[in-house]
C-alpha cells in the first residue's frame, strides 16, 4: 500500500515537497514514479526514478521539479518549485515493487493521490 502526502493550496511561483510512502514488507523496489492528472484531461507521467537513481522528467517540469528516493524508508519524494497554474492537478505515485523473491514479476502498487492548487 502507497500513502502520498504533502499536497495542498499555494500561490504560483511557491513550492511544494510531496512524499510518498510505502507499507509492508518488500523484497525491491525498482522504479518509482510521479504522475499528474489535471482537471479533465488524462493522468500523466511527469517524474521517475529508477533503483539506481536515475531520474526523468517531463518537459513541461524539468529544472523546476525534482525526483529523489530514499529506499531505507520506502519513500519516493518530489520537490516541486516555481509552480505554475498548469501544475494544478492530483499527483499519484506509482512503485513497481516485487514483493517476494519467489514472485514470478513485480508489481505496479498506486498511492491514493494527493490534490495541488497552484492560484495565479
Known amino acids: 500500500q502507497l500513502q502520498a502526502s504533502g499536497g495542498g493550496l499555494v500561490q504560483a511561483g511557491e513550492s511544494l515537497n510531496l512524499s510518498c510512502a510505502a507499507s509492508?514488507?518488500?523484497?525491491?523496489?525498482?522504479?518509482m514514479a510521479w504522475y499528474r492528472q489535471a482537471p479533465g484531461k488524462e493522468r500523466e507521467l511527469i517524474a521517475d526514478?529508477?533503483?539506481?537513481?536515475?531520474?526523468t522528467y517531463e518537459d513541461s517540469v524539468k529544472g523546476r521539479f525534482t525526483i529523489s528516493r530514499d529506499d531505507a524508508k520506502k519513500e519516493v519524494y518530489l520537490q516541486m518549485d516555481s509552480l505554475k497554474s498548469e501544475d494544478t492537478g492530483t499527483y499519484y505515485c506509482?512503485?513497481?515493487?516485487?514483493?517476494?523473491?519467489?514472485?514470478?514479476?513485480?508489481?505496479?502498487?498506486w498511492g491514493q493521490g494527493t490534490l495541488v492548487t497552484v492560484s495565479s
Open positions: 509492508g514488507s518488500v523484497f525491491s523496489i525498482n522504479f
Open positions: 526514478i529508477t533503483r539506481r537513481g536515475l531520474a
Open positions: 506509482a512503485f513497481d515493487i516485487w514483493v517476494d523473491p519467489a514472485d514470478s514479476s513485480s508489481q505496479i502498487f
